[in-house]
């Protein structure tokens, strides 16, 4: 042979090789997971009954002035025509609770001092728990004066934002 | 001898060299006129969550939030989270985040990263094709941003379109396509335009705003997953390469439909790299030296009891409302008692231990027209108080444990 058809076959070989290679993972392509399909739960939904943990309370406002915060949990049995319940914010209690069959109402009034002791605002959080066959429902409202709701989201930076409602009996 | 040898080898050179030939037109069938006969397959990676090696805590891999300025009173902000590892021994969650904010000037990104739960302004900028390490199911991957698009466009072609003319009158006319010139580019997907996409997921989801889960979000045009081997090194190419890969994501998201228009509402805590941005109108930074519950009472709180000899009642707090009061720690208790509420009773004043124990940060005690109030023996017995504001009310004050 001469010697050019030497290196026309390096060059035929050299492609036929990367063909070869080429054509065997093209036949041998399979479907694989990597993985699992799971469904994270949101942070807001626990477990335990009665109990909501926001983290913070993200409030939402058009103007400003009147705050509110919209979230949903898991559904619950409950029954307020039988038992008494107490509603906690962060442990403080809404003294005026109002219980009906599937709603709990009451008012959180936080009030935080200065370093004279001299009160510089008051956070007055009305929060209503709605029992839902498919979800419950808790809304949260406020009005934002003396810088209320800034005080309340340096308040909840610190100590969260944790609604409970219990039953009276149990405190 | 030795010619025989040659020939051996030239008659084996040629036997491989067609051989291997044939492999290359095979190739070239199978890419050209045999497409529809190439098996294809389906790689799919599920990325949920990463575990924060130092507190156990499961992490969402992407969070997502989305302000999307719907009242115009703020700026458009679409933000993206990677709960990913500080490197592939997964020691810390360093997470990577970025924001890209919408407004007048124009649309422009920042990157952060969040340790510990600080914010800031990344020191490294990832660009397209950065790995970022995260895990699935107990083992390590990385993630990257390298997904490619293209774009092809049509130009008018004189000389085909002459050509394609001569042509037509035997094949018949197509100048819709054969008339034209095509240039196809490749580009490379931006994390502008991953942004983009995932704000536009949110602001679709039928989840609505607030905040969420989007599970499977596939992602696999802009995302692809990466081996990383015993000796960490990561694979030169995706996992699932050569077949439609899908990119599962699960993302923890909030969406908002109005303009993002302070620090607290971005998930960095910063907007445009500014931590003090603030066009709320809300005050910022403020603090205080102690907070405390503020507990309203009123005479509806309290029970009655009917003394024949006086033809009147005596009011207290149960012992039960007592009792739960005292559960609570950091509460600031104020007694409105409106003589004037009742009707057609005759009040006589505060029980004995009416509020025996019960710390009382202040009791105001009024009536509309002018009256006596006795307070009982006991009645604000170790209440704290001091002082007991009065509106038209005279007190008499049978040793209740306050002077006044």
């Known amino acids: ?171 | 001898m030795k010619d025989i040898a040659i020939k051996t080898i030239n008659v084996a050179l040629i036997i491989v060299t067609v051989f291997l030939t044939l492999m290359s037109g095979v190739l070239l069938y199978y890419k050209t006129l045999g497409k529809d006969k190439v098996p294809s397959a389906i790689t799919s990676t599920y990325v949920t969550t990463v575990e924060d090696p130092q507190t156990g805590e499961q992490l969402p891999t992407i969070e997502a939030n989305y302000y999307s300025n719907r009242n115009g009173k703020g700026y458009e902000v679409v933000e993206l989270l990677f709960n990913c590892y500080s490197g592939i021994a997964k020691q810390a969650i360093y997470s990577r985040g970025f924001q890209l904010v919408i407004n007048e000037d124009g649309t422009k990104l920042y990157q952060y990263n969040r340790y510990d739960g600080v914010n800031f302004e990344t020191g490294h900028e990832y660009q397209w094709g950065d790995k970022m390490i995260i895990d699935i199911n107990g083992t390590t991957y990385a993630v990257a941003l390298d997904g490619e698009y293209s774009i092809t466009t049509k130009t008018f072609s004189f000389g085909k379109a002459v050509w394609h003319t001569i042509a037509g009158l035997f094949t018949g006319y197509n100048y819709d396509e054969n008339a034209f010139n095509y240039d196809t580019k490749v580009y490379q997907y931006t994390f502008e335009d991953l942004l983009i996409k995932v704000g536009q997921i949110l602001k679709s989801s039928s989840n609505g705003t607030g905040d969420s889960v989007i599970s499977l979000v596939d992602l696999g045009d802009f995302l692809h997953i990466y081996e990383i081997d015993e000796n960490g090194q990561v694979s030169g190419e995706p996992v699932g390469n050569r077949t439609l890969t899908n990119s599962y994501f699960t993302m923890q998201t909030h969406y908002d439909n109005r303009g993002m228009v302070w620090a607290k509402q971005s998930m960095f805590e910063s907007v445009a790299g500014d931590s003090q941005f603030n066009i709320s109108g809300i005050a910022d930074n403020v603090d205080y030296w102690k907070v405390t519950s503020e507990v309203e009472l009123t005479e509806k709180d309290f029970v009655a009891r009917y003394l024949t000899s006086e033809n009147g009642y005596y009011y207290a707090l149960s012992t039960e409302k007592i009792n739960e009061l005292k559960n609570f720690k950091n509460i600031e208790i104020n007694i409105d008692f409106n003589i004037s509420n009742f009707e057609d009773v005759n009040v006589l004043g505060l029980d004995y231990y009416a509020l025996y124990g019960l710390k009382i940060n202040s009791l105001t005690i009024s009536s509309s027209t002018q009256r006596d109030f006795k307070l009982l023996v006991g009645s604000l017995k170790d209440t704290g108080l001091t002082t007991i504001d009065t509106v038209n009310v005279n007190l008499i004050n049978i040793n209740s444990g306050v002077s006044v």
């Open chain 1, 1 to 171: 042979m001469k010697w050019y058809w030497y290196i026309v076959c390096a060059v035929l070989i050299v492609v036929g090789i990367f063909s070869s290679i080429e054509l065997v993972e093209m036949f041998n392509v399979a479907s694989k997971e990597y993985g699992t399909a799971i469904t994270i739960e949101t942070k807001n939904n626990y477990d335990e009954i009665a109990k909501y943990d926001f983290g913070t309370i993200g409030f939402e406002s058009d103007d400003y002035i009147n705050f509110s915060n919209v979230t949903t949990f898991a559904p619950i049995e409950f029954d307020g025509k039988d038992k008494d319940y107490i509603l906690l914010f962060n442990d403080q209690p809404a003294v005026n609770t109002v219980v009906t069959n599937g709603k709990v109402v009451g008012d959180v009034n936080l009030v935080f001092y200065g370093l004279e002791g001299e009160k510089v605002s008051k956070a007055e959080l009305h929060f209503v728990v709605e029992y839902f066959a498919s979800q419950t429902k808790v809304t949260t409202t406020i009005t934002n004066e003396n810088d209320s709701v800034a005080y309340l989201e340096t308040y909840m930076g610190i100590n969260g934002a944790i609604l409970k409602v219990v039953e009276r009996s149990a405190l």
